[in-house]
């Protein structure tokens, strides 16, 4: 069965510095990979999302990932944070073998941006 | 434009007692999900459908069912409430069953169960 490990549980950072929040999957033939972004108190609303093709996604928000076949990543980044991007944020992957195809959810990684 | 609407946001229940959670989509999609999300744990799938009459386990289904009499709606039940199933509940639904498609999430309903 499909896995993903978030590496981090938390993330601090200051405001206007740079970011990565990073995302391990379980290998298999075809994977989908997604982030998810949950503000406080609010259902989860798609980032972004990798399919097929180029390997670097622009997502909403200025955030891009990038999926490494080879080291099974889905590493999220932000060139400048701002404190509205305070969330917590989720790395989710989906194969033909999934029942349902339901998303398999990472645990989380709690980004907190301070001035 | 409603998308995925949760019914109710919050509920706090005693031990034994038994609710539904009702989730409703305007979209016309195909496939619906409970998911629980708890401190730590992330999201994890609880039931599934795949189509109006349809249902089916996930990962932790213990002590809920569902029913999908209608393509529109999704429930969730709690025959008999324990404190190990409170916990935040979103209803998600995707338009077909293909891997890459979006989820689409309601806002979660907050369950507490004394």
């Known amino acids: 069965a499909q896995s993903v490990t978030q590496l981090d549980s938390q993330v601090p950072v200051f405001e206007e510095a740079p970011v990565e929040l990073r995302c391990n999957y379980s290998s298999s033939v075809s994977v989908y990979l997604f982030w998810y972004v949950q503000y406080p108190n609010q259902g989860l609303q798609l980032l972004l999302k990798y399919l097929s093709g180029s390997t670097l996604v622009k997502g909403i928000n200025g955030f891009e990932a990038e999926f490494n076949k080879s080291q099974t990543s889905f590493h999220l980044r932000k060139p400048s944070v701002h404190i509205s991007d305070t969330a917590e944020y989720f790395c989710a992957v989906s194969d033909f073998n999934q029942a349902g195809t339901a998303l398999i959810f990472g645990k989380g990684t709690t980004l907190s941006v301070s001035s | 434009n409603a998308g995925v609407t949760q019914t109710p946001k919050f509920r706090v229940l005693k031990t034994g007692q038994s609710m539904t959670l009702l989730c409703a989509q305007d979209?016309?999609?195909?496939?619906m999900y409970w998911y629980r999300q708890d401190p730590g744990m992330g999201l994890r799938l609880i039931h599934y459908s795949v189509g109006e009459g349809t249902t089916a386990k996930g990962e932790v289904p213990d002590g809920y069912n569902v029913s999908r009499l209608k393509k529109q709606n999704f429930l969730l039940g709690l025959e008999s409430a324990a404190p190990s199933q409170t916990s935040v509940y979103f209803c998600a639904s995707r338009r077909t069953g293909l891997a890459g498609g979006e989820l689409f999430f309601g806002e979660g309903s907050r369950l507490t169960v004394l």
């Open positions: 979209m016309n999609h195909e496939y």
